[in-house]
C-alpha cells in the first residue's frame, strides 16, 4: 500500500518518453508505439489500484502510518516525506513542505474509477485515433493527464493538488487543442483554460489563506486545526468559498460552465476521459476532500455549494434538452450530473455524492465512447441527420442504450440507484424546495437521455448512413466492459454481508450507514424515468407525438433555452466593454508611462548625453596634448593658490 | 665675459626653438634645430659640463637630426615645403604661454643666490656611471636594445605590403 | 658670473617652445622635433643645477649630468621608434599630418 505513489508515477514516467522516441519506438510495432507504452503505463496503475485496495483492507487502526481520521473517522494512511525545508529571512525557524499521499476510500475509489476510465479510453483510443499523424503525441498528453489527476487523487497536501491540478488543467487544453488546425478546437482549447483559471485564482487564494492560518500546505493539520477550533469562522468559511470557486471551474458550475460544451471540440475519448469521467469531477472531488472545511461552523459554505449545484443541474440540464449536437447533449448532461453531485455533497450526502460520481464515471465515459463510435463510421454529429443506426450498429446501439439508462435512471440499472441516494439525501438534508427541484432535474436527465438514444440509433436511417458499419472490436470491447460496470455497479451500495458491508460503509464521513430505500422517492424517480423514456420513444421511433404545436406555443422560451440562455453573449459582451476596454487602458499605460518613461526615458536620456558627450573625443593627438597642458596649468595655479 | 656668452647662446637657443616651430619649411626646420641643439651645447660648457656638450653635438648634432633628416627624406611628403599649424593653434599658443606664466615666477622666488657653476671631472663621471648608476646604465642599455628591434619590427614591409 | 635663475629661465623658454610646438604643428615630424627641443630644455635645466648645487643636501655634481645622459639616451630610442611609426603611418595612409589621422574619435 505505501507503493501507492508509483500509480501515477508509471504515467509520469512513460509521457516523456513517448514524446522523445515515440516516433522510432512506432517504427518497431504495428500498433503505435507511444500508445502501447502509455497503455502499459495506466494498466499497471490499474493493478497497483488492487494492491492499495487490498493493502487498506488488510489495514487497521494499528498499521504504520494508518489511523482513523479526525474528521472523517475513516481508515486513512497517510505517507508523507518533506519536500524541502525553505528557510526565510525574518522568520524563527525554516518552513518545511512536505508532500506525501492519502489512502484512504475516497482515495481509493477515485483511483479505481480513473485508472479503469483510463485505461478503457486509452485502448479504445486505439481504434478511435488510428491513422492519425500525431498519436504519439495524442497518447503522450494522455499519459501525463492520467499521472497529474492520479496526483491529484493521492495528494495529501494541498500545494501538490495545486500542482497536479493545473498539470490536468493543461493537458485538457492540449487535448482539447489536439486538431488545432481548426479555429474551433483553439478557441476551445483557449476557453477552456481560460474560464478555468479563473476559478483556479480561488483555489491558489484560498490555498495561501490556509497556509497562513495553518503554516503548512499538510491537509492533515488544515482539516486538525478546524476541528480544534483555532481557525476562525471568518477563515474557515472564506477558504472553503475559495476553494470552491476552483471547483466550480473544474467542475464547470454555473457561471463558469460555458468552457465544457466547446470543450467538445477535442477528440471524442478525450470528451470520455477527461470531460465526463474523470478531470471535470475534481472539483465534486475536492469538495469531497476539503470536507471538514465546508462543514464546520454550520457548514455555511455547504449551502453555496447545494444552491450552486442545483442552479447548475436545472439549468444545464434544460440545455441539454434542446442542444442538436449529440456531443453536446452528453456535455450539457455531464456539467447537470455534476451539479447533481455538488448538490448532493452540498447535502451532506458525502456518500451518495461520490457514489453517483463512480456510476456517472462509468456511464458518461460509455455514452461518449459509444457517441464517439457513431461519429468514427458516419462522421456526423448532428442528432438530427442521425436515425435508425441500430440496423447497422447494432453493439453500439445495445451499450448506448444501456449507457442511456443508466444515466437516465431506469430502475436496477447502476445510475438508478446512485441517482436514487441523491434524492434521498437531498430530502434529508435540505429543505423540501430542494428535493422538488432536483426532481424535475431526474426528469429532464431521463428526457435527454432518451432523446439522444432515441433520435440516434431509433427512427428512420438516411440514405447516406445506410453504408455504415459497426466499429472495430478494440473499440467495442472496452464499450462492453464499460456497459457492465453501467448496469452492476450500483449493486455494491447493497448491504452485502462480511467486511464489505456495501459502500455506505466504505465511503462515509462521520460515520457508515447502510443502505436506505424510501419507497416514495424510489417509485416516483423511477415511474419518471421510465415514462420520459417511452414518451421520447413515442415521439422519435414511433412518430405518434409530435412537438410541433408545443414548440410554436413556447417559442420565445425555446429560443432563449436554444441560445443556452445567452451566456456566452453576456461574457463576450463583457469582454468587449469591460475587461478589453480596462484592458487597453492598462495596456497604454505599460506602454506609456512604463515603458516610455519608466523604462526608454532613462535610456534615451543616457543615450542622448553620451552622443553629446562623445564629441570631445576628436580622436587628434594634439587635442588630448593641449588638454593634458591645460591641465597641468591649472595644477599650477592650484598649487600657486594653496601656497600663497 | 660670461654674461656675453650666456645671452648669445641663448638668444640662438631660443631663436633656433622659434624657427623649428614657426617656419613653414620643413627642411629648414631640421636645420634650426640643429642650429639650436648646437648652442645649447655652449650652454653647458658655461657650467663646465664639457663632456654633456661633446655628447650633445655627437648624439643630437649627428645622430637625432640626421634621422629626422631621414624621416623627412623617406616620407617626403608633398606639402614640407608649405607646411602648416593645425587649427587649435591659438589655444596652444595661450596654453605655452600659461605655463611660463606659472614656471617663471616658481623659479624667480625659488631663486639662489650667490652659487658658482663648479666642473664635473670626466673620471668622476665615469665612476659614478659605473658604481651608483650601473643598474640604470644597464637598464638603458636594455631600452635601446628593445627600440632598435621594435623599430625594425615596425617600420618592416609584412606580409602583402611592397 | 650668471646666476642659476638665469639658465632656469633659458630652460622654462625653450621648454615652453617645444610645448607649442608639439600642440600647434600639424607634421608629426615637426612634432618630433618640438618634443627634442623639451627635452633638450630638461636637459638644460638638470645640468645648470648640478653645477651651481654641489653641496646641497646629498646632491653630487654628477648626477645631474648622468640623467641627461639618460635622457638624450632615451631620446635617441625615442626617435628611432617614432621615426619606424611614422614610416609606417606615412606608408598606410600617405600622409604623416596628425589632424588626418582620427580613427580613434567616438
Not at chain 1, 127 to 156: C, E
Not at chain 1, 501 to 512: A, L, P
Not at chain 2, 17 to 23: E, S
Not at chain 3, 80 to 93: E, Q, T
Request: net charge neutral; proline share 3%.
Amino acid at each position: 500500500m505505501q507503493w501507492a505513489w508509483l500509480i501515477p508515477v508509471f504515467s509520469f514516467a512513460v509521457a516523456p518518453v513517448i514524446v522523445l522516441a515515440g516516433g522510432r519506438l512506432t517504427a518497431l510495432s504495428r500498433v503505435p508505439g507511444g500508445a502501447v507504452l502509455s497503455i502499459a503505463a495506466i494498466g499497471a496503475g490499474f493493478a497497483f489500484f488492487w494492491i492499495a485496495l487490498l493493502g487498506w483492507m488488510d489495514a487497521s487502526a494499528g498499521t504504520e502510518s494508518c489511523y482513523v481520521a479526525a474528521g472523517t473517522e475513516a481508515l486513512t494512511c497517510n505517507y508523507e516525506r518533506t519536500w524541502f525545508n525553505a528557510g526565510l529571512p525574518g522568520l524563527d525557524g525554516s518552513v518545511a513542505l512536505t508532500w506525501g499521499f492519502f489512502v484512504d476510500p475516497l482515495t481509493i475509489a477515485m483511483l479505481g474509477l480513473v485508472t479503469f476510465v483510463a485505461l478503457m479510453v486509452q485502448i479504445y483510443s486505439l481504434g478511435y485515433m488510428h491513422g492519425d499523424p500525431r498519436i504519439n503525441w495524442y497518447f503522450a498528453v494522455h499519459a501525463l493527464f492520467a499521472a497529474s489527476m492520479l496526483t491529484i487523487i493521492l495528494a495529501d497536501s494541498f500545494l501538490l493538488l495545486y500542482v497536479a491540478w493545473e498539470l490536468v488543467g493543461v493537458c485538457s487544453y492540449l487535448l482539447i487543442g489536439f486538431w488545432h488546425e481548426r479555429p474551433a478546437a483553439r478557441e476551445a482549447a483557449k476557453k477552456a483554460f481560460i474560464v478555468t483559471r479563473i476559478g483556479d485564482v480561488g483555489l491558489l487564494v484560498g490555498i495561501l489563506l490556509l497556509w497562513r492560518e495553518v503554516g503548512t500546505f499538510s491537509m492533515t493539520d488544515a482539516f486538525a486545526a478546524v476541528q480544534a477550533g483555532t481557525m476562525g469562522e471568518g477563515v474557515t468559511i472564506a477558504a472553503a468559498l475559495l476553494l470552491f470557486l476552483g471547483a466550480m471551474g473544474k467542475s464547470a458550475q454555473i457561471p463558469f460552465h460555458v468552457w465544457l460544451p466547446d470543450a467538445m471540440e477535442g477528440p471524442t475519448p478525450v470528451s470520455a476521459l477527461i470531460h465526463a469521467a474523470t478531470m471535470v469531477v475534481a472539483g465534486v472531488f475536492l469538495v469531497a476532500r476539503a470536507f471538514p472545511l465546508f462543514e464546520a461552523y454550520n457548514a455555511t459554505p455547504l449551502l453555496v455549494v447545494a444552491i450552486v449545484g442545483l442552479v447548475t443541474a436545472l439549468v444545464t440540464s434544460t440545455i441539454a434538452l434542446v442542444a442538436t449536437d449529440i456531443k453536446r447533449i452528453l456535455a450539457y448532461s455531464t456539467v447537470s450530473h455534476l451539479g447533481l453531485m455538488m448538490l448532493s455533497l452540498g447535502a451532506f450526502g458525502y456518500t451518495a455524492a461520490i457514489f453517483h460520481l463512480l456510476a456517472h464515471g462509468f456511464a458518461k465515459a460509455l455514452l461518449f465512447l459509444g457517441a464517439g463510435s457513431v461519429i468514427h463510421s458516419t462522421e456526423e454529429q448532428e442528432i438530427s441527420r442521425l436515425g435508425g443506426l441500430r440496423k447497422v450498429m447494432p453493439l453500439t446501439t445495445l451499450v448506448f442504450a444501456i449507457g442511456a439508462m443508466s444515466l437516465g435512471g431506469i430502475p436496477i440499472l447502476a445510475g438508478f440507484w446512485s441517482k436514487d441516494e441523491i434524492l434521498q439525501a437531498v430530502s434529508q438534508g435540505r429543505n423540501p424546495a430542494f428535493i422538488v427541484f432536483a426532481l424535475i432535474t431526474a426528469l429532464l436527465s431521463a428526457l435527454y437521455m432518451g432523446r439522444a438514444l432515441f433520435a440516434t440509433f431509433f427512427g428512420k436511417l438516411p440514405q447516406e448512413l445506410e453504408h455504415t458499419h459497426e466499429s472495430p472490436p478494440v473499440m467495442t470491447v472496452p464499450l462492453a466492459l464499460l456497459a457492465i460496470l453501467a448496469v452492476g455497479f450500483g449493486f455494491i451500495s447493497f448491504n452485502w454481508p462480511g467486511a464489505f458491508g456495501g459502500f455506505g460503509y466504505f465511503v462515509f464521513f462521520h460515520e457508515g450507514h447502510g443502505f436506505e430505500f424510501t419507497w416514495w422517492i424510489g417509485i416516483l424517480s423511477g415511474v419518471m424515468a421510465v415514462g420520459a423514456f417511452v414518451f421520447t420513444w413515442m415521439v422519435y421511433e414511433r412518430g405518434s407525438i409530435s412537438l410541433e404545436s408545443a414548440r410554436r406555443r413556447f417559442a420565445p422560451l425555446l429560443r432563449v433555452v436554444e441560445n443556452k440562455y445567452y451566456f456566452d453573449e453576456i461574457y463576450q459582451w463583457t469582454i468587449d466593454r469591460v475587461v478589453l476596454v480596462f484592458a487597453g487602458f492598462v495596456a497604454f499605460f505599460d506602454r506609456a508611462i512604463v515603458n516610455d518613461i519608466g523604462i526608454n526615458g532613462p535610456a534615451d536620456t543616457v543615450r542622448r548625453l553620451g552622443v553629446a558627450l562623445r564629441l570631445h573625443v576628436t580622436g587628434h593627438l594634439y587635442s588630448y596634448a593641449l588638454a593634458m597642458t591645460l591641465g597641468v596649468v591649472a595644477l599650477g595655479i592650484f598649487w600657486w593658490l594653496i601656497t600663497a | 665675459m660670461a654674461w656675453v656668452l650666456f645671452i648669445a647662446l641663448a638668444v640662438v637657443t631660443l631663436g633656433g626653438g622659434l624657427a623649428v616651430v614657426a617656419t613653414r619649411n620643413v627642411v629648414h626646420a631640421a636645420l634650426a634645430l640643429l642650429v639650436s641643439l648646437v648652442a645649447v651645447a655652449g650652454v653647458y660648457l658655461l657650467v663646465y659640463a664639457e663632456f654633456l656638450a661633446l655628447v650633445q653635438v655627437l648624439i643630437y648634432g649627428g645622430a637625432i637630426v640626421i634621422v629626422l633628416v631621414f624621416a623627412i627624406m623617406l616620407t617626403r611628403s608633398a606639402e614640407y615645403p608649405r607646411t602648416s599649424d593645425n587649427r587649435q593653434w591659438p589655444l596652444a599658443a595661450v596654453a605655452a604661454l600659461g605655463l611660463l606664466a606659472v614656471l617663471v615666477p616658481a623659479f624667480l622666488i625659488n631663486a639662489v643666490q650667490d652659487t658658482e657653476a663648479k666642473n664635473a671631472a670626466f673620471t668622476g663621471i665615469a665612476q659614478s656611471l659605473f658604481t651608483t648608476w650601473a643598474v640604470p646604465f644597464e637598464i638603458a642599455s636594455l631600452v635601446l636594445l628593445v627600440a632598435l628591434i621594435g623599430a625594425i619590427i615596425i617600420a618592416r614591409s609584412g606580409p602583402g605590403e611592397n | 658670473m650668471v646666476d642659476l635663475v638665469w639658465f632656469q629661465l633659458l630652460s622654462a623658454a625653450l621648454f615652453v617652445i617645444g610645448l607649442y610646438g608639439v600642440l600647434a604643428r600639424r607634421s608629426a615630424v615637426l612634432i618630433l622635433m618640438s618634443i627634442e627641443l623639451m627635452l633638450n630644455a630638461v636637459n638644460i635645466n638638470l645640468i645648470a643645477a648640478a653645477a651651481h648645487m654641489e653641496g646641497f643636501g646629498s646632491f653630487s655634481r654628477f648626477d645631474g649630468q648622468l640623467i641627461a645622459i639618460f635622457i638624450i639616451t632615451v631620446a635617441a630610442a625615442e626617435v628611432g621608434l617614432a621615426l619606424a611609426i611614422v614610416l609606417r603611418m606615412y606608408r598606410n595612409r600617405s600622409t604623416v599630418n596628425v589632424d588626418e589621422i582620427d580613427l580613434m574619435k567616438w
